[in-house]
């Protein structure tokens, strides 16, 4: 055993870190999507009463931050660490929302992987004594990453069947330390991954592009842990989308392993496929508010016992895809446990 | 008759671009870009005066028209002022469009909220 | 992982769906065809104010930049455009659209440096290489003398 390592690149967490509380909150079209009524707060109007986008995702992330935070009956002053992240250049939403709580801030950018990536840096502050209450987040909103991306939103454009729908969403994790015993899920291993490009360079179809890291960080999880896909009651992929996920699928079925029973993609879940969102959710608030409306819930309250959130993000920026670079993609992942009781 | 031979031909040219964006790799701006300069060289080699000709509207809306006009209008300005009228035939005859795309442009970002897609 | 990015690239291939082209087809025709036909009612109107042929064809555009900036504004455009694609890019008040859609996008970054500066982002290119072309035909004419 080489420290909290373990095979190639998995982190046993010793003392595995609780998570407290949490929240999701989400725009009109995550409200009327299967996951709606699981949201803590959703907010018909996109704009939050705010004078921009940007500025309404900043208020999406203070919304489920503050309320996290309420949950667990702490004020924000107590936390001693937020870790936060959002798809907008230099990283602004977070940095925003942050400002003003006195809090000690790490701006961290996974693109849609970013939660996955919070819960894990989080994770590791907490085990090794260096915070006890840690606020995880990651947020994004249709408007602002379509005009930093895409086109601007009145632009008639047509969407290809692969491409994906930039949820307007945003969750927070409280994490807290093994001894916090009313805190009812746990984080026992992450596995941070790394970056993985099989050539695509199509930026509608992100799915395709994230698929190999998925792939890649999963198959390091599992077997640097000796566990099965079976071992899990769910392996639960952020943004994947309909297309991602198949080929993830694929990319498992080539070693004879079959995922397909146990996995999920947090794109797929937050989205009906008749809202029109072609291939599903993505963006860094999709496999947030889906872990906080729907998985969290579910270890809470012992529906599920151990899980794999395995979040993943395109590490393109709209500069690298216009001079033609391939999408590099990246997929961050943690194990939860049901139960903070022993 | 003007009318169906503006809608078949107006149609004929989108449908075949909807092909492009369909089958290939460009993208619309790419695609647009290419239809003016296209439609320049199609008036430059007296192609495309026949089909305006035919289809009236079916012709001239798409963008393929606007590279008529502009070498329409430099063509008509050569044999009026020369080498002058290379650099003023074009613009001058599609100064209407190119005005009123950039007023009724500003009047839209003044009058207009921008509004989350559904 | 032993996966060339040929063969990643065929594996992705098969679970694309590819855009649906005869609807996509159809609808552009259709729309494209009925925005050319709006364009000759338009030109017609013009004709009988008295326009001649080519300022005619001048107020016709200079309408349907118009209406398509109203559209926009409205936020109509976009939803046509969803499922016409090529039919309500094509025309010319596709290129109204891209005129007007960032100019109201951008307005967030203010008057100059938002609306007026972003103003040409997608339809500036089409300015760029029309007029361009334009000016390299005019050369030929007076240098070559066709």
């Known amino acids: 055993m080489n420290g909290k390592r373990m095979g190639m690149a998995t982190i046993r967490l010793e003392r595995p870190p609780r998570v407290r509380a949490w929240a999701a909150v989400g725009g009109k079209k995550e409200k009327e999507g299967p996951l709606g009524a699981q949201f803590d707060a959703v907010f018909s109007d996109t704009m939050c009463e705010e004078t921009t986008?940007?500025?309404?995702?900043?208020?999406?992330?203070?919304?489920?931050?503050?309320?996290?935070?309420?949950?667990?009956?702490?004020?924000?002053?107590?936390?001693?660490?937020?870790?936060?992240?959002?798809?907008?250049?230099?990283?602004?939403?977070?940095?925003?929302?942050?400002?003003?709580?006195?809090?000690?801030?790490?701006?961290?950018?996974?693109?849609?992987s970013t939660m996955a990536e919070s819960l894990a840096v989080g994770a590791c502050?907490?085990?090794?004594?260096?915070?006890?209450?840690?606020?995880?987040?990651?947020?994004?909103?249709?408007?602002?990453?379509?005009?930093?991306?895409?086109?601007?939103?009145?632009?008639?454009?047509?969407?290809?069947?692969?491409?994906?729908?930039?949820?307007?969403?945003?969750?927070?994790c409280i994490l807290t330390t093994a001894a916090d015993d009313c805190a009812p899920v746990r984080i026992t291993h992450v596995c941070f991954g790394k970056v993985c490009d099989l050539g695509i360079t199509d930026a509608n179809n992100m799915g395709a592009a994230m698929a190999p890291a998925a792939y890649d960080t999963l198959h390091t999880l599992l077997s640097d842990t000796g566990t099965h896909p079976n071992d899990y009651d769910g392996i639960f992929t952020g943004d994947l989308g309909q297309v991602g996920?198949?080929?993830?699928?694929?990319?498992?079925s080539r070693d004879q392993v079959d995922i397909s029973a146990v996995h999920d993609d947090c794109g797929k879940l937050l989205f009906d496929s008749k809202q029109d969102v072609h291939a599903g959710g993505s963006g860094c608030g999709c496999a947030a508010s889906v872990l906080c409306a729907h998985l969290l819930p579910q270890l809470a309250d012992g529906r599920m016992k151990r899980i794999i959130l395995a979040a993943t993000g395109a590490l393109m920026s709209p500069t690298s895809v216009q001079q033609g670079e391939s999408i590099p993609a990246i997929c961050h992942a943690v194990v939860l446990e049901s139960g903070g009781k022993r | 008759m003007q009318y169906v031979n503006a809608f078949i031909v107006g149609g004929v040219i989108c449908a075949l671009s909807q092909i492009l964006i369909d089958k290939t790799k460009l993208t619309p701006a790419r695609i647009l870009t290419a239809y003016v300069v296209l439609g320049v060289i199609l008036t430059a080699i007296g192609l495309y005066k026949p089909l305006v000709d035919f289809a009236g509207a079916g012709a001239t809306v798409p963008l393929i028209g606007f590279g008529y006009t502009l070498a329409e209008g430099v063509k008509t300005a050569v044999a009026e002022s020369g080498l002058l009228g290379?650099?003023?035939?074009?613009?001058?005859?599609?100064?209407?469009?190119?005005?009123?795309?950039?007023?009724?442009?500003?009047?839209?970002?003044?009058?207009f909220r921008p509004a989350d897609k559904s | 992982?032993?996966?060339?990015?040929?063969?990643?690239?065929?594996?992705?291939?098969?679970?694309?769906?590819?855009?649906?082209?005869?609807?996509?087809?159809?609808?552009?025709?259709?729309?494209?065809?009925?925005?050319?036909?709006?364009?000759?009612?338009?030109?017609?109107?013009?004709?009988?104010?008295?326009?001649?042929?080519?300022?005619?064809?001048?107020?016709?555009?200079?309408?349907?930049?118009?209406?398509?900036?109203?559209?926009?504004?409205?936020?109509?455009?976009?939803?046509?455009?969803?499922?016409?694609?090529?039919?309500?890019?094509?025309?010319?008040?596709?290129?109204?659209?891209?005129?007007?859609?960032?100019?109201?996008?951008?307005?967030?970054?203010?008057?100059?440096?938002?609306t007026a500066a972003k103003m040409f982002i997608i339809a500036g290119p089409v300015l760029v290489y029309g007029i361009g072309a334009s000016i390299v035909y005019g050369m030929i004419l007076v240098f070559l003398g066709v």
């Open chain 3, 1 to 114: 992982m032993d996966l060339t990015p040929q063969e990643y690239e065929q594996m992705v291939n098969e679970q694309s769906k590819p855009s649906p082209l005869l609807r996509d087809m159809v609808w552009a025709f259709v729309v494209g065809g009925g925005i050319c036909t709006l364009g000759q009612v338009i030109l017609e109107f013009w004709k009988k104010t008295g326009l001649n042929e080519k300022d005619a064809a001048a107020a016709t555009s200079i309408t349907l930049i118009g209406l398509a900036a109203l559209l926009t504004g409205l936020h109509v455009y976009e939803k046509i455009a969803k499922h016409a694609g090529a039919g309500t890019l094509v025309p010319i008040t596709g290129f109204s659209n891209s005129v007007a859609s960032p100019a109201l996008e951008f307005k967030s970054e203010g008057l100059i440096l938002g």
């Open chain 2, 86 to 111: 290379v650099f003023t035939g074009g613009v001058k005859a599609a100064a209407g469009g190119i005005s009123a795309a950039v007023f009724f442009g500003l009047l839209t970002a003044l009058l």
């Open chain 1, 125 to 172: 502050m907490v085990d090794g004594g260096f915070a006890q209450r840690v606020c995880a987040v990651a947020s994004s909103h249709f408007c602002t990453a379509e005009r930093q991306y895409r086109f601007p939103l009145a632009y008639g454009g047509q969407r290809t069947p692969t491409a994906q729908w930039t949820a307007t969403a945003a969750g927070a």
């Open chain 1, 53 to 112: 986008w940007e500025k309404a995702e900043v208020h999406l992330q203070k919304v489920a931050v503050s309320m996290a935070a309420n949950k667990c009956k702490l004020p924000i002053s107590a936390l001693d660490m937020i870790l936060a992240g959002d798809l907008l250049g230099q990283c602004v939403a977070s940095s925003y929302a942050a400002r003003g709580t006195q809090v000690p801030y790490l701006g961290l950018y996974g693109a849609c």
């Open chain 1, 245 to 252: 996920s198949r080929l993830l699928c694929d990319l498992f």
